[in-house]
């Protein structure tokens, strides 16, 4: 007698297939998932991968030549300045600028506080109505910037001609700017004062002050963090 096996429901979930088994649910999100991978492997064959590594940044690695255009670039980027490594603004009051700032992106960053190698100097400008251009000063420079010395450039209008000197100071004492001159020729001079001039009124300290006192020939063209 040949014996038959019973064809129940054992018997059936043996020979049917995992798919067969799954619920209805469980293919709707299966078979979205499926969907979405392929979707996604033709976006990156059209667009390429967006997780790939940036050439760019690959490019850099090669020599610290290029990683500090790579470094600048984002950080001209990163902060709006454009295609200029170094942007200064002017705020004037009544045609007289009363404050300026002076913006850069360097690499590596002249400052530990700056991640992105971009710094920040501003300076604002008390003018002294009663004293003329050809006085030793008639405007003092407040300048906060987020280093403890700067290099500054200063400039000479003397007739047609102009002088340049750059001068690093630091904060805290007041520096007088004048002109000298050298085989008769007028040059920029800084030197730290000793003692505040009597009619000159610093505003209240405050981190990363320094002071410029110049007169109407002389301007600042810009200023940056220097090594301490």
Request: with cysteine.
């Amino acid at each position: 007698m040949t014996h038959t096996e019973p064809r129940g429901k054992g018997a059936d979930a043996k020979t049917r297939s995992w798919w067969d088994r799954l619920s209805t649910s469980a293919k709707l999100i299966l078979g979205a998932f499926t969907a979405l991978i392929g979707t996604a492997g033709a976006l990156f064959a059209i667009v390429g991968n967006p997780f790939a590594p940036d050439p760019r940044e690959e490019e850099a690695k090669k020599s610290p030549a290029a990683v500090a255009a790579y470094q600048i670039a984002k950080c001209r980027t990163m902060h709006g300045l454009g295609a200029a490594t170094v942007v200064v603004k002017n705020w004037p009051a009544a045609g007289v600028p009363t404050r300026r700032s002076f913006e850069r992106c360097e690499w590596p960053p002249p400052v530990s506080t700056s991640a992105d190698g971009y710094t920040l100097i501003e300076d604002r400008i008390t003018a002294y109505a009663g004293k003329g251009a050809a006085e030793p000063f008639n405007a003092l420079h407040t300048l906060t910037a987020p280093c403890d010395r700067l290099a500054v450039s200063f400039v000479l209008y003397h007739m047609t001609s102009r002088v340049y000197r750059e001068a690093r100071i630091r904060s805290g004492p007041v520096f007088l700017v004048t002109s000298i001159g050298v085989r008769d020729v007028p040059v920029p001079r800084v030197r730290e004062l000793k003692q505040v001039p009597i009619d000159v009124q610093l505003p209240p300290p405050e981190k990363g002050g320094f002071f410029v006192l110049l007169n109407g020939h002389m301007e600042i063209l810009h200023a940056k963090c220097a090594p301490s």
